[in-house]
């Protein structure tokens, strides 16, 4: 069983709307949880990380937590042609473990 | 100046070759890590080390070694380079931080790409 699940996608929503992006883990005791974004051929550039129950807001993304559920999202509001890239969540189970990230989901923002 | 840096940037070499793919980070951090990625596979982590004694293999070490010279230096090498390990390759460092800060976020280089003729 993979620790981070997330949809591959493509997902695409068109310029302006909010694009939702969903990641469960399966690690109740994990503790901070990453979004990233990447650009094709480019590294992996932190977006934000929460650890707590709820929301946390910088600019245009909101990333949600609910540790009942096992479950982060990163909301991205007004979203643009340049949000496309692929859009990475990463968990930290805590103490000496190693973070562990999802496979990603392809984010395309239609014109 | 970039706090994680990767040398070299692109290698083009052929089967049977030895490469080393080296890993500098001026953050201080102890912690380093070597992914690779290959399309549609996401992030497979090779080989982690949280302090300069401190060596882990990851999900896919076979065919690869690595070596931390310092807390700064990470270097990750191909004993006998085969075509399958032909992706892209990224180090990452993380601190565990303190308090609030107790977050492990990782950074990472710009990524080698290496083709394996």
């Not at chain 2, 940037?9 to 951090?29: A, D, F, P, V, Y």
């Not at chain 2, 690595?66 to 390990?85: G, H, T, Y």
Request: glycine content about 8%; charged content about 20%.
């Amino acid at each position: 069983q993979k620790e981070v699940e997330q949809n591959s996608g493509p997902l695409s929503v068109p310029e302006g709307a909010i694009a939702s992006l969903n990641c469960t883990y399966s690690d109740r005791g994990s503790q901070s949880f990453f979004w990233y974004r990447q650009y094709s051929g480019k590294s992996p550039e932190l977006i934000m990380f929460i650890y707590s129950n709820g929301d946390k807001e910088d600019g245009r993304f909101t990333a949600q937590l609910n540790k009942a559920s096992q479950y982060v999202s990163l909301l991205i509001r007004d979203s643009q042609p340049s949000d496309s890239a692929t859009y990475l969540c990463a968990v930290n189970p805590g103490g000496y473990q190693k973070v562990t990230f999802g496979i990603g989901t392809k984010l395309q923002v239609i014109p | 100046d970039a706090d994680v840096t990767q040398t070299p940037r692109n290698r083009i070499t052929k089967t049977g070759k030895r490469i080393m793919l080296e890993c500098s980070q001026t953050k201080g951090h102890d912690r380093m890590y070597w992914y690779r990625q290959d399309p549609g596979l996401g992030l497979r982590l090779i080989y982690y080390s949280f302090d300069v004694k401190d060596i882990n293999k990851g999900e896919i070490s076979d065919g690869y070694s690595v070596s931390r010279q310092a807390q700064a230096k990470f270097s990750l090498s191909l004993e006998s380079a085969i075509p399958n390990q032909t992706a892209l390759y990224f180090c990452a460092t993380s601190d565990l931080g303190t308090g609030a800060s107790r977050s492990d976020t990782q950074y990472f280089g710009p990524g080698t790409r290496l083709t394996v003729l």
